[in-house]
């Protein structure tokens, strides 16, 4: 009785901080922005280091949250970026713009992706942002949209950092939604070879990409299979970090691989 009375209370708990965890954060830390694309106006956030030097332009990166994030509340993006940066804190040398993908599409809609840009340009011209150091990541479903992103814009990033991610598969885009998604990569993803095709685009774009093979979302195949593509396609610009025993969770710990900030700091197109 007493064991089951304390897993009931933990339980409770959990549930509790879960519930509140969407409104524990400090609105300074993450603040709100806007940008209007034709006639629709989307929300995001962004992260600012609080010593950044003014007079110097600063790196900027593009992060795409998983699918449990999609909404339109413009807060639900925030939870797993800001614990994945809470131990990094003092190391963060970039500014970060965080938009929120809407229910029941994906980052390579045309309409998401114009909308993610969009706050990104923003905000590197609100910010003497370097349009030199421009970084693009992604967990889950943010994964398949950094591949898929940086293969439909070539030269627009420095660095890439897609996280259990994949191209093409049954999750999180299905192969036939092609009614909205951005033109070129419908093309790529359309081809007999999805993952050389994406390859091909991306070219000598830096990438260092994580997984776990114990992935039960995305299989890890995806990202070995995007890897050999890209080294296929002559990339020199490649790494991969393959977590043993690890499933889909890997977003803090990848983030948190010592060097990944020191890599990303040395990129520039």
């Given at each position: 009785m007493q064991i089951r009375i304390t897993v009931f209370i933990s339980v409770v708990l959990l549930?509790?901080?879960?519930?509140?965890?969407?409104?524990?954060?400090?609105?300074?830390?993450?603040?709100?922005?806007?940008?209007?694309?034709?006639?629709?106006?989307?929300?995001?956030r962004i992260y600012v280091p609080p010593d950044r030097d003014l007079n110097s332009k600063i790196p900027v990166m593009l992060y795409l949250h998983g699918s449990g994030a999609r909404g339109s509340d413009n807060i639900a993006q925030i939870d797993g970026f800001r614990w994945m940066i809470e131990p990094l804190k003092d190391k963060i040398d970039f500014i970060a713009v965080i938009p929120q993908c809407e229910r029941d599409t994906f980052w390579s809609s045309a309409e998401m992706s114009n909308y993610a840009l969009a706050a990104l340009d923003a905000t590197v011209a609100e910010f003497n942002g370097d349009p030199q150091r421009l970084y693009l990541a992604g967990f889950?479903?943010?994964?398949?949209?950094?591949?898929?992103?940086?293969a439909a814009h070539p030269g627009k990033f420095a660095a890439l950092v897609p996280i259990a991610g994949g191209v093409v598969g049954e999750r999180p885009i299905d192969p036939r939604d092609r009614s909205v998604i951005i033109p070129e990569l419908g093309t790529m993803?359309?081809?007999?070879?999805?993952?050389?095709?994406?390859?091909?685009?991306?070219?000598?774009?830096?990438?260092?990409?994580?997984?776990?093979?114990?992935?039960?979302?995305?299989?890890?195949?995806?990202?070995r299979k995007m890897v050999q593509a890209l080294k296929?396609?002559?990339?020199?610009?490649?790494?991969?970090?393959?977590?043993?025993?690890?499933?889909?969770?890997?977003?803090?710990?990848?983030?948190?691989?010592?060097?990944?900030?020191?890599?990303?700091?040395?990129?520039?197109?």
């Amino acid at each position: 009785m007493q064991i089951r009375i304390t897993v009931f209370i933990s339980v409770v708990l959990l549930l509790i901080s879960s519930c509140g965890s969407r409104h524990s954060f400090s609105e300074t830390d993450f603040p709100v922005r806007q940008v209007a694309v034709g006639n629709k106006t989307y929300g995001y956030r962004i992260y600012v280091p609080p010593d950044r030097d003014l007079n110097s332009k600063i790196p900027v990166m593009l992060y795409l949250h998983g699918s449990g994030a999609r909404g339109s509340d413009n807060i639900a993006q925030i939870d797993g970026f800001r614990w994945m940066i809470e131990p990094l804190k003092d190391k963060i040398d970039f500014i970060a713009v965080i938009p929120q993908c809407e229910r029941d599409t994906f980052w390579s809609s045309a309409e998401m992706s114009n909308y993610a840009l969009a706050a990104l340009d923003a905000t590197v011209a609100e910010f003497n942002g370097d349009p030199q150091r421009l970084y693009l990541a992604g967990f889950s479903l943010g994964g398949y949209g950094t591949w898929q992103i940086a293969a439909a814009h070539p030269g627009k990033f420095a660095a890439l950092v897609p996280i259990a991610g994949g191209v093409v598969g049954e999750r999180p885009i299905d192969p036939r939604d092609r009614s909205v998604i951005i033109p070129e990569l419908g093309t790529m993803l359309d081809s007999p070879e999805p993952y050389q095709a994406v390859a091909k685009a991306i070219g000598q774009t830096p990438v260092w990409t994580f997984h776990g093979d114990a992935d039960e979302s995305v299989p890890v195949d995806y990202s070995r299979k995007m890897v050999q593509a890209l080294k296929d396609a002559g990339s020199k610009n490649v790494r991969y970090t393959e977590y043993p025993h690890e499933g889909h969770l890997i977003v803090s710990k990848a983030f948190s691989e010592p060097g990944l900030l020191e890599w990303l700091a040395q990129r520039r197109k």
